[in-house]
């Protein structure tokens, strides 16, 4: 398929050997295909000329035509700088270069020249710095001339010739080289999509994407493209999820006895929401049915999925099965075992933990019960996923804050079953906008818990700057005066890095402020932090925990993943350090209890714009949907799960945040096609199969969740 495009780039005019392997270490560039689908991220629009006199706004740029009256020279040293008096039939305009004077003087005085750039008004009087410049020619001067595409490229790239004008000129070098071979490139759409949807074939699409004569050209261009990007990563998720449906056995679960009627009847302390509610009837439909669950719980920080999946977990457990929970970091697996050993241990249920601290002896005894049957609820980190970890009779495995896993390692929980996998929920505490979670998790079941437990009131949140800390400082010792407790929290520049001395630093000088403002005796504070040894952070923890400090100072998000409902302030110091997400979920750790509870923001007054607007969203919702839009449009598809998202979506043109209603057709349109021939058999769909197949080799592990 396509044989014309997997050509390497070297045999592209104006590339060769030195220049292709910097594309290829640069920007993935390898072949004819690649170098196509370097689409560029705008135009310059030079389909139409604006007068000098018309020039009233310096946000756009314009472009002219018209004559070169004098060209001079000003300042000197570093001050100096070329000047060209430029003007038409309406008016005058100077030219301003401060680099690369010397091509300047080869200007002719007199002559026509086509010029573009972004004005600077100022004293009524209009400037254009650093304009590019060209002699007028008929070709150029034609009213309605061409749009410029601008590509994306690096500074290593640009010092071998390669900015954007420079890809520019490969990328016609190679339309050259393939218009005469182009009824050889084959299509990826069959006819039936290209002519509903009104798109142009593929290589006029290329063309016209990367060289339009009109915005016409340039929009049926990205339409297609955006389209088939979505388009076949839906069918390929679709298909994945009819094909399970169709043909993935699942251990039966179709007894419901002693351990949930138990626990429905006398070990909820809340009754349980109508969310909730719908939501366990989901579940237990799904572990029902004879097909392998493989279901996505999202719910607000606080919405009660916890008691939900032990819930769950008791229906494995009624069915003679085992349960586990994956969670990403030990501080949340502990959490988690706290909370679920509680519910467990009336009903005479086994509890284990396992995480990389537990070796020698106790490891080896919770691997024993585990694989007797002996440990009925397996409670853990990734430390679960060893091959070491050996269950009698896993039915049901749990994983929380499911994006800290990587596609391999939920594999692996499929392998802990000789025949068939057990039930897999996914759970999630950071809500999941639409076209998102149709992206990421589309071959997932979704349920949602979108009514929070009766007594929770909502989060007051402020914004403060340094010099309203007295403020700040007076809240707090009104709520400890109360008897609450306070976090405070000191941001990573990347939660994914290991902490700096740095960090450490400017959470030592934040503590010595506190204790200052706060001294012993009458107030107690726990310092936690990443370079502390494990045995000194569990015990600063539990101290507040268990009330025996009023004040948590910690550095990482991660590390105040711990459930004090009498906590009522979460101070977030460098609040513009951390993500929308972050903040959100940061600010879920209070609010727990029956009080009313705060958070604060903390900034400095220079704020990036994407800053003011992430406190500005804080402040006026406690929605965590509305909360993850916002987050989506601020940081984009690409990255809305850091590092790893941009490998798992890998689009070239899409983008989730403005194209949902083009995914939404994309998606109806996959799913007709599959009612109909989920295996692509029928003869039309040949070319859809082909693609699809393709497509596959770039993502893998097409039936994992």
């Excluded at 060769?16 to 920007?27: F, N, Y």
């Excluded at 030219?95 to 750039?117: C, M």
């Amino acid at each position: 398929m396509n044989d014309i495009l997997s050509t390497s780039i070297e045999y592209i005019k104006g590339v060769g050997t030195a220049r292709a392997q910097l594309l290829k270490s640069e920007l993935g560039i390898f072949n004819y295909l690649h170098l196509l689908q370097h689409y560029p991220f705008r135009y310059v629009d030079k389909t139409a000329f604006t007068r000098i006199v018309d020039i009233i706004s310096e946000d756009e740029p314009v472009q002219l035509r018209g004559i070169i009256r004098r060209i001079e020279e000003q300042g000197e040293g570093s001050k100096k700088r070329a000047i060209v008096i430029f003007r038409d039939e309406s008016g005058v305009t100077e030219l301003i270069w401060f680099k690369g004077l010397s091509w300047v003087k080869d200007l002719v005085v007199g002559a026509e020249y086509v010029v573009y750039g972004k004005p600077t008004i100022y004293n009524e009087r209009i400037s254009i710095v650093h304009p590019e410049i060209e002699l007028a020619t008929d070709k150029n001067t034609k009213e309605a001339s061409r749009f410029d595409p601008v590509y994306p490229t690096t500074e290593k790239l640009k010092a071998r010739g390669l900015d954007s004008k420079g890809l520019g000129r490969i990328i016609k070098a190679l339309f050259e080289k393939i218009h005469p071979l182009r009824e050889q490139i084959s299509e990826t759409l069959n006819d039936k999509i290209i002519q509903s949807m009104r798109f142009p074939r593929r290589y006029q699409a290329y063309l016209y994407i990367h060289f339009p004569q009109n915005n016409e050209q340039r929009d049926s261009a990205r339409n297609r493209f955006k389209f088939e990007e979505l388009f076949f990563q839906q069918l390929r998720i679709l298909q994945t999820k009819t094909t399970r449906k169709k043909g993935a056995a699942g251990i039966i679960f179709d007894k419901i006895g002693d351990y949930v009627n138990n626990f429905y009847r006398s070990g909820l302390k809340f009754d349980l929401t109508n969310a909730q509610k719908r939501v366990v009837k989901e579940i237990r439909k799904d572990m029902g049915n004879g097909l392998q669950m493989n279901r996505l719980l999202q719910g607000d920080v606080g919405s009660g999925k916890t008691i939900v999946a032990f819930m769950c977990m008791l229906i494995a457990l009624d069915n003679q099965h085992q349960a586990a929970l994956i969670a990403p970091t030990e501080i949340l697996a502990n959490q988690h075992f706290s909370s679920i050993a509680e519910l467990a241990h009336p009903l005479g249920i086994k509890v284990g933990l396992l995480t990389g601290n537990i070796k020698g002896k106790s490891r080896k005894g919770i691997l024993h019960q585990l694989e007797t049957g002996e440990l009925q609820i397996l409670i853990g980190t990734h430390a679960i996923l060893e091959e070491k970890v050996v269950f009698q009779r896993l039915g049901l495995a749990v994983i929380d804050e499911q994006h800290r896993f990587g596609v391999e390692q939920r594999a692996k929980m499929w392998a802990k079953n000789d025949t068939t996998p057990p039930h897999i929920l996914v759970m999630t505490a950071t809500p999941i906008p639409r076209t998102l979670a149709m992206t990421i998790y589309g071959d997932l079941d979704v349920s949602i818990i979108d009514e929070m437990p009766a007594g929770r009131k909502p989060i007051t949140t402020y914004h403060k700057y340094e010099s309203q800390r007295l403020w700040v400082f007076g809240l707090m010792k009104k709520e400890i005066a109360a008897g609450r407790q306070i976090y405070i929290v000191y941001p990573l520049i990347d939660e994914s890095e290991s902490e700096t001395l740095a960090d450490v630093k400017n959470l030592t000088e934040g503590a010595e402020a506190i204790e200052r403002e706060f001294p012993k005796p009458q107030y107690q504070i726990s310092i936690v932090h990443g370079q502390q040894e494990p045995e000194d952070k569990h015990f600063e923890m539990q101290r507040f925990v268990q009330g025996k400090s009023q004040i948590m100072i910690a550095t990482t998000v991660i590390e105040v993943g711990v459930n004090v409902p009498n906590a009522t302030v979460m101070l977030i110091e460098n609040a513009e350090r951390f993500g929308l997400a972050q903040l959100h979920q940061l600010r879920g750790r209070v609010g727990r209890g029956g009080g009313d509870s705060y958070c604060i923001l903390m900034t400095s007054f220079k704020l990036s714009e994407d800053g003011k607007f992430r406190m500005q969203k804080m402040v006026e919702t406690t929605d965590g949907f509305k909360i993850a839009e916002a987050d989506l449009t601020l940081r984009g598809g690409g990255n809305i799960e850091g590092k790893q998202q941009s490998g798992i979506l890998g689009f070239k043109i899409a983008d989730l945040t403005k194209d949902a209603p083009i995914m939404n057709v994309a998606r109806q349109v996959a799913q007709s096609i599959l009612e109909d021939d989920y295996l692509l058999e029928q003869p039309e769909n040949a070319i859809l199969k082909t693609t699809l197949e393709a497509s596959k080799q770039t993502f893998g592990f097409g039936k994992i969740s």
